[in-house]
């Protein structure tokens, strides 16, 4: 094993790497015209937490599976590097990052999956919100998977296997890898090796980030990702009466909406930029007001999906925020348990002792499950507003 290779970036993950290792080899003695072996397969499903990286781990075992060294995913050659890049001939990405998964486009991947592999090795399909595909298109996919090309490999990333995320009927017909939550100190290794991050600033930010490698990133290369925690990190200390309740609760969530705002904003921009400008390609002349009519339409269409989007982005900052603050009293909880277990909030030690001090168990677990509740409650589509308030509530009460 190279240390980089494409699968060093599946930090923590011994057990799936091997099997993806040997599919791999498997894969490629299959493409050399010899048997395989078994260990490879055309339909696979990664899930993990938020943060154990599924699509990095789909993305990488695409460039093994292109990889023209015996599959080893060396990182090097042309298919591993195009691969990476997302340039791939044979391997198409139906992304997350833009809106939602367009059920057309989505169907027509599955379509053109069919076909043979120009490269020669595997036609590559990889689904990284497969739990967000609409219905028709899940439909394409089972039948897909059901009737597989002989060279045609689907790679689904979902939170879960619930059926809520992704068909039984495609599960059964997938081999699952399952990603963990990453231990601390293979995080802090990733970021000193991968990033240059100095041991103790990676130790801290591996801890804080509770396994969740591109958080850890984040905290330890963005100080404004760090003030933003410091921010929530000091909620506990700021709830000194009902009034200030309210008042904390409604920062949080400005503070969240504003977070998702600037994340969102420069791909906002440049997708209303790019329709227009397709749009306008159209020129004027008969069937002109036709057009337009259809223009207005489409960019009416974008602005509601990107505000699908915005929405979305603050749920997820809304749940980065919830996390440090299950962080803080699971702190505060081990502390006053005397539990042999190290802090996820170093940096805050003396504020989670002293606190550990001052509340009984019971009350610091009533806060736990506020926090808890809370975010069940946002992920249920209450209000954040509502929902951060009556959080706030019991953490001050306790
Ligand atoms: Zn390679």
Redesign the pocket.
Known sequence: MTSH??FSELVGQEEPVDALRRAAAAASRIVAGEPGGGGMTHAWIFTGPPGSRRTVAARVFA??L????D???????????TTLAGTHADVQIVTTEGLTIKTEETRAVVLRSASAPTGGRWQVVIIEAADRLHERASNALLKAIEEPSPRTVFLLCTPSVHPDDILVTIRSRCRLVSLRQPPSSAVADFLVQRFGVAPDQASWAAAASQGDVERARQLAADPEARGRREEVLSVPRRLTSIGACFDVAAKLEAATKTEAANAVAELDVAERAALERALGAGGTGRGATGAMRGAAGQLKELERNQKLRATRAQRDALDRALQDLIGFYRDVLVTSMRAPVPVVHGDLAPVSSAAAEKWSPESTLRRLEAVLTCREAIDKNVKPQVALEAMMVTLWRG
């Open positions: 290779d494409v460039a093994a292109q990889c023209q060294r599959g080893a995913g060396c990182g090097e050659c042309h298919g591993c590097h």
